[in-house]
């Protein structure tokens, strides 16, 4: 028989009654690569903390290479071989990669080691797996795909013989994530055990040796990753049905520039440079697709196209309009609408029902308005026809908007949004947090808008979304417009401007 580095069975884990994990097996055959895939908040990262000693379940059995643990804290997961990367990372940025090192090495040793001997070691591991860190490098030097590197070259200097790895490839380029995936099949081929979280099937299908898909807290199955798994199959799996991964093609070719961006300088929260001069003019029924690396100065430019942030320098137009450090009111009255990235804080009222939340921007119109009433009937109707369309899982629109789960207060706002038929609409990772059926829909609604003449600026993080949407993509790197490309783009290429390589002046096509 295979040796097993890890035997889960019947492991629970609930959480407010919520049960993250319902009685689930999982297995990890040694020197291999095992997939955990699934919707958000299917229960992945969850089976993975108990795992490395995060959370207790309260039921079922945990084997490490074949012998029963009690794995109580993340202490004891580490003496047991095992080593954890999370999504969000836990390094001290002022710090050198050595010195994060021996930080962690001193709760499990209790002495520090001389710095010179530990950097030695860490170069010889580094150098193995190819992962081209150098450990005197101040952490807040290091791109995210290099801080990751280090995240997993701790674990590995720890002694890990099993990583368990949370979404890692959420926040990096095309070009990071296959190094990455080398490194990581170097590592198997040394006999290391790694679970790799994601939720892209892309990544099942390169790089995984096994998968185990989880829904709603439930092993769904596992399967030996051959040839004949598709990805129809484990779409299946994952969500419960089958989901159409096509769109019709954009027939209509964008018309006038609708929303012309001059030359925009902003600062951040912290006063520092965000935008510089950034030029973009965004047409009617078009989208552009704006790519980049997680905080690269997308989010700020949102909120200077939404009237949230003040400009230094730059002109924002709409059609003949100037809009620049115009107050958020007259963005929305002129049709500007927003999808926001924190939808929490600025994207719902959170004590007011449902359907007002809806209607939150044209309450005072009709149909939901006549005479100066509010029309209750007409409010009740477009609520239960938006929440069959958007899937928002609530008892009623009477329901405070506090009372949804994260991802149905997202669809109420989404469903606000798009609805208002907006002139220009700015969406801040529209589907993030979605689950497939629902990502699929608002990706729908988001071409739609486009068909009705509207102007679109989507951020997000997800290459393959950008791509199926846009017309064109912008790369922003360090607040700077790196270039656009045409629809059909290589991945690649947008990968090289998100590292921050400017394109070169366009070449002449033959
Ligand atoms: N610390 C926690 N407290 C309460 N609920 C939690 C906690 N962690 C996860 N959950 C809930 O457990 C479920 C599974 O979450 P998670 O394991 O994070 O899913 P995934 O990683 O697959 O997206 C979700 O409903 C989530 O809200
Ligand atoms: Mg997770």
Known sequence: MEELAVKMQGITKIFNQVKANDCV??????????GL????????????????????????????????????????????????????FMLARPLTVVENVMLGRKSRRGILLDTKETARELQT?????????????KIWQLSVGEQQRVEILTALYMGADILLLDEPTAVLTPQETNLFF???????????????????????????????????????GTLNMDESVTKDQLTRMMVGRDVLFNFKENTRAPGAVRYCLKNLC???????????????????????????????????????????????????????????????????????????????TTGLAMNWDLELNLILKCFYKAPFAKHGLLCKKAIEEYWEKTRAAYQIKANCGGDTARSLSGGNQQKVILAREIESEPKVLIANQPTRGLDVGAAEYVRQKLLNTRGNGAALL??????????????RIAVIYGGELMGILERGADPYQIGELMMGKKQEVSVCEA
């Not at 089976?47 to 039921?59: C, D, I, R």
């Open 125 to 137: 591991l580094s150098d193995k797996y190819g992962m081209g860190v150098d450990p005197y490098s």
């Open 266 to 344: 902003a600062r951040n929260a912290k006063g520092v440079a965000a935008l510089k001069n950034f030029s973009l003019d965004i047409r009617e029924g078009e989208i552009v697709g704006l790519a980049g690396v997680d905080g690269n100065g997308q989010s700020e430019l949102c909120e200077v196209l939404t009237g949230l942030r003040p400009l230094d320098a730059g002109e924002i137009t709409l059609d003949d309009e100037k809009m620049a450090n115009r107050p958020p009111a007259y963005f929305i009255s002129h049709g500007v609408c927003h999808i926001p990235e924190d939808r929490h």
């Open 458 to 471: 989507v951020v997000s993080a997800d290459l393959e979304e950008l791509l199926q949407l846009s017309d």
């Open 182 to 220: 080398d490194t990581l099949r170097q590592m198997r081929d040394d006999g290391k055990s790694i679970v790799l979280i994601t939720h892209k099937l892309e990544e099942i299908i390169a790089i995984v040796d096994e998968v185990t898909v989880l829904r709603d807290g439930k092993m769904i």
């Open 37 to 88: 895939l699934g919707e958000n908040g299917a229960g992945k990262t969850t089976l993975m903390n108990v795992l490395y000693g995060l959370y207790q379940q309260e039921a079922g059995d945990i084997f490490i290479h074949g012998a029963k643990a009690e794995v109580d804290s993340p202490l004891k997961a580490i003496s047991l071989g095992i080593g954890m990367v999370h999504q969000h």
């Open 25 to 34: 097996d999982f297995s990890l055959r040694k020197g291999s690569i095992h």
